[in-house]
């Protein structure tokens, strides 16, 4: 790599660009500004663009804002700092390049519409400066999009397969975080944003950053990723490993996941990659078909509900008022949470689109709203998927949630951690209130199914059988 130098002041600067890589370990573009440069400027963009897009939320703005802070302390420690900065990202890159001298801008690769698009109005703006841009692939997934495909298509579209080829390709060393960053003086920063500042955030949600991540990734592979084969659907136990957010903002490193997992080894390590390798294999997807985050993969001619009913539906799905407890319970996490369980997506995803056959674009655009993890490559493929536009390869599955709660949450422990007005209500017989005497089925004032599953099961299969 050729590094420029900067005529002024003599030392060599680069310029690496934080996106969804929020981290100073395993971190690719850092390592290479480090190693061409003598300073190197940690850069996060405030984009109000990115706002714009949906991405910005409460909840994952105040994760965010833990991210950044935990970066710049990190970085502190290493005798450097993190440089803020708000506006458009291309402007503020070019700025923070000419006021640094930098010959060089490090990035890592996205796979949205949205990162292409920055990517390339940064390659021309710089380019046309006289300076250089280094994207750099398998940074935010673990293999980049399109590192392997099936013979006549530019992405997989079924798992399995891809699975195969994913786990045979060699993966990159995980590095470490450098000893020390050596930042440029007088390049100005607005100050890094606290999540103290961000209004009507979810209670219960984590706490972000490297750190914490790392925490976390290090505890839970060393307790419970032995039994996540088996517990990872126990909706009560919750051993599954939370760190989808840390992901998502690239705090911990997706790479670096799957390698320690692999050298804990055994099947509950295995079924663990297997799930960060669906993370890949959407991302794959959306790479090579940006429109699928808003239109569908495979076309069923659905002519979704509208209307009064619709919308009070709706509301009664996003408010965890159904009548059916564990998908009002894990509506309730959601909200009070930011995070939901696996499983609870799938069967609240299942009861919107199907029972209720309201277009999975109104449930995705909830989830993008309060989820912290909430991003544009798996959460919209995997509602895809449970809609049956995606790439399930049985569309029309539908979760029944009386049996899905009998069998995830079979004590019930799950829906009464969330229902509080079902807390009176012994073992099972939670998941059919409507089935309990009287006095105990009213108790707490829970509502009656706003529709009943044969009824939704019904209208499912006409509208499918129609297109
Ligand atoms: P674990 O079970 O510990 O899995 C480890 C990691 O693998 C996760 O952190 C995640 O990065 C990845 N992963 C696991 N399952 C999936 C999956 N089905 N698809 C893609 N990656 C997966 N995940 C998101 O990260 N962001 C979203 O916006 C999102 N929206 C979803 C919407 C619906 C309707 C459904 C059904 C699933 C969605 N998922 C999403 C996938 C999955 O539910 C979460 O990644 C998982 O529940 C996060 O919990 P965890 O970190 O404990 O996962």
């Known amino acids: 790599m050729t590094a420029h130098r900067n005529a002024g002041a003599g030392a060599r600067v680069a310029v690496v660009l934080f996106t969804s890589d929020l981290r100073l370990h395993d971190h690719p573009p850092l390592r290479a500004a480090l190693a061409s440069a003598d300073e190197v400027v940690p850069l996060f963009v405030r984009d109000p663009a990115v706002d714009g897009a949906g991405f910005a939320s409460p909840n994952r703005l105040a994760f965010l804002a833990d991210c950044l802070t935990d970066l710049d302390a990190g970085l502190r420690e290493r005798g450097g700092r993190l440089v803020v900065r708000h506006g458009d990202t291309v402007a503020e890159v070019l700025r923070v390049a000419r006021e640094a001298g930098a010959g060089e801008v490090h990035v890592a690769a996205g796979c949205s519409a949205f990162a292409h698009r920055r990517e390339t109005r940064l390659r021309g703006a710089l380019e046309g400066d006289g300076r250089r841009l280094a994207v750099h692939d398998g940074v935010v997934t673990v293999l980049p999009p399109g590192r392997v495909t099936p013979s006549g298509s530019d992405h997989f579209a079924v798992f399995t397969p891809y699975y195969r080829r994913w786990s045979a390709e060699p993966l990159r060393s995980p590095a470490g975080a450098p000893r020390a960053v050596a930042v440029p003086a007088g390049v100005r920063s607005e ?74 080894g055994g099947p509950g390590a295995e079924a663990f990659v297997r799930q960060v390798c669906w993370r890949d294999f959407n991302h794959q997807l959306l790479n090579a078909r940006p429109s699928v985050s808003s239109e569908d993969y495979r076309p ?19 408010e965890g008022r159904t009548g059916y407890p564990v998908v009002d319970a894990a509506m309730r996490q959601l909200a009070h949470e930011g995070w ?70 079979p004590e019930g422990t799950y829906v009464r951690r969330w229902v509080p007005e079902l807390r009176g209500v012994a073992g099972g017989s939670v998941h059919e209130p409507w089935k309990l005497p009287e006095g105990e089925r009213d108790a707490g004032g829970y509502p009656a199914p706003i529709v009943t599953l044969a009824e939704g099961l019904e209208r499912f299969r006409q509208a499918r059988a129609r297109g």
């Open 340 to 409: 939901m369980h696996n499983r609870g997506r799938l069967l609240t995803a299942s009861f919107l689109t199907k029972t209720l056959y309201l277009d999975w674009r109104e449930g995705a655009r909830h989830f993008l709203d309060l989820l912290v993890d909430g991003d544009v490559a798996n959460n919209q493929l995997n509602w895809q998927w449970v809609a049956g536009t995606g790439t399930d390869s049985r569309p029309n599955r539908v979760l029944n949630p009386v049996l899905q709660g009998r069998r995830y949450d």
């Open 191 to 264: 100050a890094v944003p606290a999540r103290a500042g961000v209004a009507s955030v979810s209670g219960g949600l984590a706490v972000g950053g490297e750190r914490e991540g790392r925490k976390r990734m290090s505890a839970w592979l060393s307790r419970h990723v032995g039994a996540y084969g088996d517990r990872h659907d126990d909706m009560a136990g919750d051993v599954t490993s939370r760190l989808s957010p840390y992901l998502h903002f690239g705090a911990v490193s997706a790479t670096e996941a799957v390698h320690r997992a692999r050298a804990l």
């Open 300 to 318: 069923r001619q659905d002519r979704w509900r509208t209307g009064t009913a619709a919308g009070a539906d709706l509301a009664a799905w996003k």
